[in-house]
């Protein structure tokens, strides 16, 4: 039987962050990229739950169950690789589409 090739995935996992509440006393949410090796898209998803239980359980955080997977389509990863895409369908103008979906404000990013 050959031996099956490992790809490059990137993953995206969501979740709420225990400790920490915002001024408003609302809940903390976090999403995280990662990049794994994996023989197919099936198998990707399984590494990618694994480590966001791990991570979930070492950072004092609680992972959601949503794993998001994008397979890359280089061989290897260097500068500037995409390692996380995801296409969204809307009938909002580009500014309406970025405040509601990327830029609500709510987001902890730095400027």
Same mark, same amino acid.
């Given at each position: 039987m050959? *031996?099956?090739i490992k790809?490059?995935? @990137?993953? *995206? /996992? !969501?979740y709420r962050v225990f400790t920490t509440l915002n001024k408003k006393g609302h809940k903390v949410y976090e999403e995280r990229v990662i !990049? $794994?090796?994996?023989?197919?898209? @099936?198998r990707a998803i399984q590494v990618a739950e694994k480590e966001a239980k791990t991570y979930a359980k +070492?950072?004092?955080?609680?992972?959601? @169950?949503? !794993?998001?997977?994008?397979? $890359?389509?280089? &061989?290897?990863? /260097?500068e $500037? /690789?995409?390692v996380f895409s995801l296409m969204? &369908?809307? *009938?909002? /103008? &580009? +500014? *309406?589409?970025? &405040?509601k979906f990327f830029d609500t404000g709510l987001e902890r990013t730095q400027r």
């Open positions: 050959p *031996k099956r790809e490059w995935y @990137g993953a *995206k /996992t !969501v !990049v $794994l090796r994996a023989t197919s898209f @099936g +070492e950072s004092e955080c609680h992972y959601l @169950g949503y !794993v998001n997977v994008f397979k $890359l389509s280089e &061989d290897s990863i /260097t $500037l /690789t995409e969204r &369908d809307s *009938k909002l /103008t &580009d +500014e *309406k589409s970025l &405040d």
